[in-house]
């Protein structure tokens, strides 16, 4: 882990939002919409970092994530997705409409 310059807690709300505290966004050089990149990392740390500037432009992140060749989705990502499908549909069917 890199050096902790300031630490504090959150919560994540029912919808997945999470507030970061003031002095984290000021220390980072947040402002309002602020783009952000998240990360997940394999040992499930999750890593929130500033886009490049503040002109980083949605092109330059596409191009950024074009040349990522990490694979993000599983066969068994796939097959928990085709699980819940099924499932998914099947409850559909049975309501009455």
């Given at each position: 882990m890199?050096?902790?310059i300031y630490?504090?807690?959150?919560?994540v709300m029912s919808r997945g939002?999470?507030?970061?505290?003031?002095?984290?966004r000021k220390r980072a050089g947040l402002i309002g919409k602020?783009?952000?990149r998240i990360l997940l990392t394999s040992d499930k740390n999750?890593?929130?970092?500033?886009?490049?500037?503040?002109n980083y432009k949605l092109s330059s992140?596409?191009?950024?994530?074009s040349e990522d060749?990490?694979?993000?989705?599983?066969k068994e990502d796939d097959?928990?997705?085709?699980?819940?499908k099924a499932l998914s549909t099947k409850r559909l069917k049975k309501l009455v409409w």
């Open positions: 890199k050096n902790v630490e504090d807690a959150g919560r939002q999470l507030v970061i505290p003031i002095e984290i602020s783009l952000v999750i890593v929130i970092e500033p886009m490049k500037g503040k992140f596409l191009r950024d994530m060749y990490k694979v993000y989705w599983s097959l928990k997705r085709k699980k819940i």
